[in-house]
């Protein structure tokens, strides 16, 4: 704050508060069911060695994974016919492991963060407990399960080493020999071939048509296929693309909130009476609007659905859904359309706009570097920058100096500790004022010269007034629930040519 604020002596305690994060010595990895391997991932301190070993596991299952770079990853291998239940629990020698994430199928397809892809297979080649597995195929195992869980292609030799070890889907009844390396039969049984047998497609775990998506929506996976009328169809692979004009005219994006999903099916999409939209994370809300005005739309597992209420189809609608968190940049949205004639059509398109930067004035950084972050009406904006005039400012540094002879004074008024405010003079012609006290405003009032004294108005952690531009003295303060801290206080005016003056300085 500038040399001309001044502060009426005050003495008060300042109470610094401190949380410190606890650190595991000791991991848990859940045991999966049988036929599949359990991975967990965790983050290390980056440049420390790390060493791993059981201190609990059962002896069926087998056990492998290493620490390096900043990075923990352990997999959990059960085979078919071993009983085991509960978790292992990992010892972790060098440093504390933090953010520990399982993944309790990873055979069964990509679910992990993109960030933790990397090097995944690597970190899963080194055995730590076999149980009667070959060091090598435990190693093809942790390749495998980081190839899945990733949504990357098997590596070579990979399926020959799962179908000799019992792991993936269980195989169907009948007897008969696994030939991982070929084509798949067809049985003229929908629920025999494509996947690996263990239950119709639908509800198998396994990305049967290989198109990234994975079962009925109600068995909530990540990605659901819009091939699947439900968890009891025998075929993914009944949904086909939506024409090209469709494709090239709609699709998703979030605007300035990332948790807000907007849908757009437009030109050349044809008729429907359904839609669904399938998106990460999940979503607790939805509405749609279509030109027939005739739809409703609801959530179901996790994901929004909207149909017509009457026999109008629609041939175009928006639809907005919130999500629950910021949309899943690494996972695209797939809009599903289903048509009177049964046919279901889908598009799969990336997320626009999604991860954009907020703003600078709403994005929590101080970007400036001068101590303050975001506008006064920024969601959080603890102790807001006068360089910010909106949330959607994208920038925080426009903030001037304080005219010459320009003084603000921090008081207590009325001889009332809980009455903090500013005296402005000498500042030339303003029309507007606020003022950040280290305790939470609860009311506004100011004054200007000889007036009345009127009511203002608190944004945030902040109180402050607009009025016609006035070159006469200011008064301005708010009443707090608590004592005013030692601590950071700023105060901004806006000149009449709407320029915002600061000055800060520390309350006590």
């Known amino acids: 704050m500038s040399a001309t604020v001044r502060l009426l002596p005050l003495t008060l305690l300042l109470v610094l508060l401190c949380a410190s994060t606890a650190a595991a ?57 071993v009983s085991a239940a509960g978790s292992v629990s990992i010892a972790v020698k060098g440093a504390a492991a933090k953010g520990m994430r399982s993944y309790t199928s990873a055979l069964a397809g990509g679910t992990a963060r993109r960030a933790a892809c990397k090097g995944l297979g690597a970190l899963l080649s080194k055995p730590l407990q076999r149980a009667g597995i070959a060091a090598g195929d435990l190693r093809a195992v942790g390749a495998a399960a980081a190839a899945r869980l990733c949504g990357k292609q098997l590596p070579n030799g990979a399926p020959g080493v799962l179908a000799k070890l019992g792991l993936g889907a269980a195989p169907g009844g009948g007897g008969g020999s696994l030939n991982p390396g070929g084509g798949r039969p067809d ?63 709609s699709g998703a994006g979030v605007g300035d909130h990332q948790a807000v999903l907007q849908i757009g099916i437009n030109d050349g999409c044809g008729t429907f009476t359904e839609v669904a939209v399938y998106a990460a994370p999940t979503a607790f809300a939805c509405t749609i609007v279509t030109q027939a005005g005739n739809f409703s739309c609801v959530i179901a597992h996790g994901q929004p659905y909207a149909e017509t209420r009457n026999a109008t189809d629609a041939d175009g609608a928006e639809l907005e859904i919130d999500l629950n968190g910021d949309a899943n940049c690494a996972v695209p949205a797939t809009i599903v359309l289903m048509r009177r004639n049964f046919e279901v059509a889908e598009l799969v398109t990336q997320i626009a706009r999604c991860g954009t930067p907020k703003p600078a004035c709403s994005n929590g950084t101080d ?50 500790d809980l009455f903090p405010g500013i005296a402005v003079e000498g500042c030339g012609s303003i029309k507007g004022a606020w003022f950040k006290p280290s305790a939470a405003p609860v009311d ?50 806006t000149l009449a040519d709407g320029k915002v003056a600061s000055a800060r300085g520390d309350w006590c």
């Open 187 to 249: 049985l003229g049984d929908p629920g025999g071939g494509g996947g690996g047998g263990g239950g119709a497609q639908c509800m198998n775990g396994i990305d049967d048509d290989h198109d990234g998506q994975v079962d009925a929506p109600s068995e909530r996976r990540l990605r659901p296929d819009p091939g699947c009328m439900n968890a009891n169809d025998g075929s993914e692979s009944g949904e086909v693309p939506v024409p090209a004009a469709c494709a090239a005219s």
């Open 367 to 416: 970007d400036d570097g001068d101590t303050m972050a975001d506008a006064r009406d920024a969601t959080g904006a603890a102790d807001p920058d006068p360089g910010c005039s909106a949330p959607a400012d994208t920038s925080e540094d426009s903030e001037v100096d304080l005219p010459a002879g320009c003084t603000i004074d921090l008081a207590i008024f009325d001889g009332d």
């Open 25 to 81: 010595a000791t991991v848990k990895v859940p045991i999966p069911a049988e036929g599949q391997v359990a991975v967990g991932i965790a983050t290390v301190p980056k440049g420390k060695k790390v060493s791993l070993r059981i201190a609990k596991a059962p002896a069926g299952v087998a056990v492998a994974g290493a620490a390096k770079r900043g990075r923990l990853a352990v997999a959990v291998t059960r085979r078919r016919g």
């Open 444 to 493: 506004c009032l100011y004054k200007i010269g000889a007036a009345a004294t009127a009511a203002c108005t608190v944004t945030g952690a902040t109180a402050g007034a607009a009025f016609g531009a006035t070159s006469q003295d200011l008064l301005l303060a708010t009443h707090t629930t608590t004592l005013p801290q030692c601590g950071p206080v700023t105060a901004a005016i």
